[in-house]
Structures are given as C-alpha cells and as structure tokens.
C-alpha cells in the first residue's frame, strides 16, 4: 500500500470515528432509550447500505462466501458489543464500563505479533501507556458507584466483543468495505432486536426524535461504518487500535461544544495523553 493509498484509508477511519464521536449529541435529543436508538441506527443503516449493495449490480455471494464465517461473527460481535456495553452501563458507572469496554483495542494491539504478525515496537508499547493514562483522566473517577461481579464480567465482554470485532473484520480482505458494513448491521440488527424484545420491548420515537434518528442511522451508521470497515480492512490491526482512541476523545470534545458541557482539567489532560499516544504511535513512527 503506497503512502497516498495509505492516507485516503486513514483519514477514512478517523473520520468514522469523529462521526461515532457526535454520537451523544444526537441521542441526547431522542426520547429513546439506547437500547431502542441502536435498533434503530442498524435498521436505517443496513437498510441503507444493503440498497446500496443493491444498486451497484456488484454483489455475488459466491465472491463473499470464503469469508462469510467473519462476516457474520463480525455482525454478531458488532451486536453484541452494543449489548453488553449498554447492559454494564446499567450494572456499574458508566466511567468503569466505559473504562474496560476500551480495553479491546488495546488488547488487539498487545497480540497483534501472533494474530496478524505484525511487529510491537516499544514505541507502540509507550504508546498504548500513554493512551491509558489518558483513558482514565478522561473517564475520571472509577470508584464512584455500585460495583457487582456481573457488571464487570458484562463489561469484560463488551471489551472482548469489540476486539473480537475488529480481528474478524481484519480477517475480511476481498469483500468490500460497503458491503461488508451492510452485512454486519443487517447482522447487528438482528442481535439487537432480540435483546430489545426480551429485555424491555419495542417502543415508538416521538415526532421530534425523527430528524435526529435519520442523521443518527444514515450518517452516523451507515456512512460512519462504510467508513469504519474500509478504513480497518485496509489499515495494520495496531493502527486501527490506537486510532479508535479518537472516538471518545471526539465524543468528549463534541459534548464540550455543541451540549455545553463543562470539561475538568483532568479530562482536558486525558484527551491531550490520547491524542499525544496517537502520535507517538503512529506519525512519529512513520
């Protein structure tokens, strides 16, 4: 992959994960719960996307076939890392769930030599200690709130399903960064509506919450995923674990500008440390 290549599918993912980034924003304006806006995002957004597939005349499943085992376990885990995480945010504070949730990057990263043989270099291993400290001056305090077994086996595997996300999705070489992301949502979706149906059940959006769920399920799913998939099939599995640091880097930024919100100094020093991880990782290195 020649250094132009390169760069078109960085800044494909980084942009995805600035779209993930203005996630609270919206949902903040949807009378939902996040269980119920997530089955919403993956209905619109694979739908959108599969029409997409469609539309192009492209789509042969005898082409995809070789890799539909990771397709679906990449749709499943997509799934069921919604799940799990919304299920910890329940059952511990939310910077505790939040906390270990992002440990799946990390984890790829760390076995990044024997799953995709890929080189840890200390500069990565500096990295990975910088982008922790960051990660915890952003969530703050964790000993704040309930604190039960089940909470943290939940949020162990929503870290665990989001690195299972990202192996099975690196593991997709010749299917399409479009038609990959149109699979898993419709997967997704799937996965979601049964935890919806059995945990609380189907509720309707309110006429206000209309235009946020659109933006929410067109750009900030389907595009962003589009984006998401391309980008992390193309890109080291080491690079794509320091990058999704961004996310919530941007989700706090984003909520600093357009919600109001105030952030500590803690917090600004947090976002500081991941950006600066992301750097020593990544530029410096290149």
Same mark, same amino acid.
């Given at each position: 992959?020649?250094?132009?290549?390169?760069? /078109?599918?960085?800044?494909?993912?980084?942009?995805?994960?600035?779209?993930?980034?203005?996630?609270?924003?919206?949902?903040?304006?949807?009378?939902? !719960?996040?269980? @119920?806006?997530?089955?919403?995002?993956?209905?619109?957004? *694979?739908?959108?996307?599969?029409?997409?597939?469609?539309?192009?005349?492209?789509?042969?499943?005898?082409?995809?076939?070789?890799? =539909?085992?990771?397709? =679906? $376990?990449?749709?499943?885990?997509?799934?069921?890392?919604?799940?799990?995480?919304?299920?910890?945010?329940?059952?511990?504070?939310? %910077?505790?769930?939040?906390?270990?949730?992002?440990? *799946?990057? +990390?984890?790829?990263?760390?076995?990044?030599?024997?799953?995709?043989?890929?080189?840890?270099?200390?500069? &990565?291993?500096?990295?990975?200690? #910088?982008?922790?400290?960051? =990660?915890?001056? #952003?969530?703050?305090?964790?000993?704040?709130?309930?604190?039960?077994?089940?909470?943290?086996?939940?949020? /162990?595997?929503? $870290?665990?399903?989001?690195?299972?996300?990202?192996?099975?999705?690196?593991?997709?070489?010749?299917?399409?960064?479009? @038609?990959?992301?149109?699979?898993?949502?419709?997967?997704?979706?799937?996965?979601?509506?049964?935890?919806?149906?059995?945990? %609380?059940?189907?509720?309707?959006? +309110?006429?206000?919450?209309?235009?946020?769920?659109?933006?929410?399920?067109?750009?900030?799913?389907?595009?962003?995923?589009?984006?998401?998939?391309?980008?992390? !099939?193309?890109?080291?599995? !080491?690079?794509?674990?320091?990058?999704?640091?961004?996310?919530?880097?941007?989700?706090? =930024?984003?909520? $600093?500008?357009?919600?109001?919100? %105030?952030?500590? +100094?803690? @917090?600004?020093? *947090?976002?500081?440390?991941? #950006?600066?991880?992301? #750097?020593?990782?990544?530029?410096?290195? &290149?």
């Amino acid at each position: 992959m020649n250094n132009k290549n390169a760069g /078109i599918f960085y800044g494909m993912y980084i942009l995805s994960m600035l779209l993930f980034g203005t996630n609270g924003y919206l949902v903040a304006h949807i009378s939902l !719960q996040s269980s @119920q806006i997530v089955l919403v995002r993956t209905l619109i957004g *694979g739908l959108v996307l599969s029409a997409m597939v469609l539309m192009q005349k492209d789509f042969s499943f005898s082409r995809i076939k070789p890799e =539909l085992g990771n397709l =679906l $376990a990449g749709g499943i885990a997509l799934g069921l890392n919604w799940v799990t995480l919304f299920a910890a945010y329940r059952m511990l504070n939310v %910077s505790l769930a939040t906390l270990i949730y992002y440990a *799946g990057p +990390m984890l790829v990263l760390l076995f990044s030599p024997w799953l995709f043989r890929e080189k840890l270099t200390k500069r &990565k291993l500096v990295a990975v200690m #910088i982008v922790a400290a960051g =990660l915890l001056c #952003i969530t703050g305090s964790i000993a704040a709130g309930k604190l039960s077994m089940a909470g943290l086996f939940t949020a /162990i595997g929503s $870290a665990l399903f989001y690195a299972g996300l990202i192996v099975f999705n690196k593991r997709i070489r010749n299917t399409s960064g479009l @038609q990959t992301a149109a699979v898993e949502l419709d997967v997704a979706f799937v996965v979601v509506l049964l935890y919806v149906l059995f945990a %609380s059940g189907l509720s309707y959006p +309110m006429t206000a919450d209309i235009p946020y769920l659109l933006i929410i399920g067109l750009m900030n799913t389907g595009l962003a995923y589009f984006l998401y998939f391309t980008g992390m !099939q193309r890109l080291p599995a !080491q690079s794509v674990a320091l990058i999704s640091y961004i996310d919530p880097v941007s989700a706090l =930024l984003f909520s $600093a500008w357009l919600l109001n919100e %105030s952030m500590t +100094m803690l @917090q600004i020093a *947090g976002a500081v440390f991941i #950006i600066g991880g992301a #750097i020593v990782g990544e530029l410096v290195e &290149k």
